[in-house]
């Protein structure tokens, strides 16, 4: 899809653009609807829940890795989750921008992830930059993620902080907006 392509190249897009509405609405559309159909299912009913996780993911959600229902993913398409990867209910991604979460990452509830972001001069005017959480880091509950941040390896966002600049490996960082507190 050439506007995720651009938007992942640092390209601006205005939202009443024909070709951001037939690409990116699309997806929104597609991701909104099954998130909807996986929320409405029994958590007991894991099965169900495993299987249309593989359909909103075509395929490349690791059996490894489980997202907790309820959750909301505007653009699972591009959503790309590694090996062992946990996230807890009231998970919110806004991911046309990418959103990158290698092995071994833990989510806690209500974590948003945020790869877009509009300009102030004129709000129909959109720009993204890619999240990447790295290797078995941990990110507290309700703990937000703003665009272009990367989570370092095995690196600790406490409950409720706001990321708003890189965590580096191996780190605490708490607070609004995060700051490290200690080296692990």
Same mark, same amino acid.
């Given at each position: 899809? *050439? ?42 009913? *894991? ?24 959750? &909301?993913?505007?653009?699972?398409? *591009?959503?790309?989750?590694? &090996? ?12 046309? %921008?990418? @959103?990158?979460?290698?092995?071994? +990452?833990?989510? %806690? ?8 972001? =509009? &300009?102030?001069?004129?709000? *129909? ?6 999240? =990447? ?9 309700? +703990?937000?993620?703003?665009? %272009?941040?990367?989570? %370092?390896?095995?690196?600790? @966002?406490?409950?409720?902080? @706001? +990321? ?9 960082? +708490?607070? @609004? ?8």
């Amino acid at each position: 899809m *050439r506007v995720f392509e651009e938007l992942l190249e640092g390209k601006s897009f205005n939202i009443t653009d024909p070709q951001y509405i037939e690409e990116v609405h699309s997806e929104i559309g597609r991701s909104r609807s099954l998130c909807h159909r996986i929320s409405l299912i029994d958590p007991n009913e *894991r099965e169900q829940i495993i299987s249309l996780l593989n359909e909103l993911f075509e395929g490349r959600l690791p059996k490894s890795s489980f997202i907790t229902p309820s959750f &909301e993913i505007d653009c699972a398409s *591009r959503l790309f989750i590694g &090996e062992n990867v946990f996230a807890n209910h009231g998970l919110t991604i806004m991911s046309a %921008g990418s @959103v990158y979460i290698d092995d071994g +990452v833990m989510l %806690g509830p209500q974590v948003g992830i945020f790869t877009v972001n =509009h &300009e102030p001069k004129n709000i *129909r005017v959109i720009k993204t930059a890619s999240v =990447h959480i790295k290797k078995n880091a941990w990110i507290g509950a309700r +703990v937000n993620l703003l665009p %272009g941040v990367t989570i %370092g390896e095995n690196a600790i @966002v406490g409950t409720g902080s @706001v +990321v708003t600049h890189d965590i580096p490996d191996n780190t605490v960082a +708490v607070g @609004v907006p995060a700051k490290i507190i200690k080296k692990i």
